[in-house]
């Protein structure tokens, strides 16, 4: 199973800075399947970035995503309010897929 | 636009068996497939298995074999994941997601959950 490791645990920010949010994996994740998600509370998941570096649907372009094997990492440039909220790294390359702990982004 | 709708909440004993639902609307119900996902208290998100709703193929991780069953029904573009033999470990909200195949398994929509507690 591969581990997936996130850190910092949680980043404090003003709005307008950047986010640099890293994710870890136990073994080389193939092909770069690895997706970002963002959640709030009482709310689902969402889903930012996939394979990697590609943005989802509709999700504004100050999200990036970069990384391969086993290192990877989200960028929020410019912080807006709305971007306060937890971040979860996902591996669909192995079964079973799983997922970090998550990163909390809140506001400084 | 796509949208998970997911059963109500449910409160079961242990031993008990529980049954979620998750209709899906806005695609073609057979072009993805359904995986459900989990979150217990305190823990992270756990993939609990997919279920392609084109052949009904399902894929589930060895912790889960034996004890979940997921089901789709073509008719009404409904997803079910049935959970057997509950303990207060199974206590958590458990969500449904669009996924596809291949290099595509993310997934792309979610439920909006439901909780599920098992209690005495």
């Known amino acids: 199973e591969i581990v997936l490791t996130q850190s910092p645990g949680t980043l404090s920010l003003s709005p307008g800075k950047r986010a640099t949010l890293s994710c870890r994996a136990s073994?080389?994740?193939?092909?770069?399947?690895l997706a970002w998600y963002q959640q709030k509370p009482g709310q689902p998941p969402t889903l930012l970035i996939y394979?990697?570096?590609s943005r989802a649907t509709g999700i504004p372009d100050r999200f990036s995503g970069s990384g391969s094997g086993t290192d990877f990492t989200l960028t929020i440039d410019r912080l807006e309010s709305e971007d306060f909220a937890v971040y979860f790294c996902?591996?669909?390359?192995?079964?079973?897929?799983?997922f970090g702990p998550g990163t909390k982004v809140d506001i400084k | 636009q796509v949208h998970l709708v997911q059963s109500g909440a449910e409160v079961k004993k242990p031993g008990a068996t529980v049954t979620v639902s998750c209709k899906a609307s806005?695609?073609?119900?057979?072009?993805?497939?359904i995986s459900w996902v989990r979150r217990a208290p305190g823990q992270r998100l756990e993939w609990m298995g997919y279920?392609?709703?084109?052949?009904?193929?399902?894929n589930y991780p060895q912790k889960f074999q034996g004890r979940v069953t997921m089901t789709t029904y073509t008719p009404t573009s409904t997803a079910y994941m049935r959970l057997r033999s509950l303990t207060s470990d199974d206590t958590a909200v458990y969500y449904c997601?669009?996924?596809?195949?291949?290099?595509?398994?993310?997934?792309?929509?979610w439920g909006q959950g439901t909780l599920v507690t098992v209690s005495s």
């Open positions: 997601a669009r996924a596809g195949s291949g290099s595509s398994r993310f997934f792309d929509f």
């Open positions: 073994q080389s994740v193939n092909s770069d399947f």
């Open positions: 996902h591996q669909y390359s192995n079964s079973p897929f799983t």
């Open positions: 394979g990697a570096f």
């Open positions: 806005g695609y073609i119900f057979t072009s993805y497939g």
């Open positions: 279920i392609s709703a084109y052949t009904g193929n399902t």
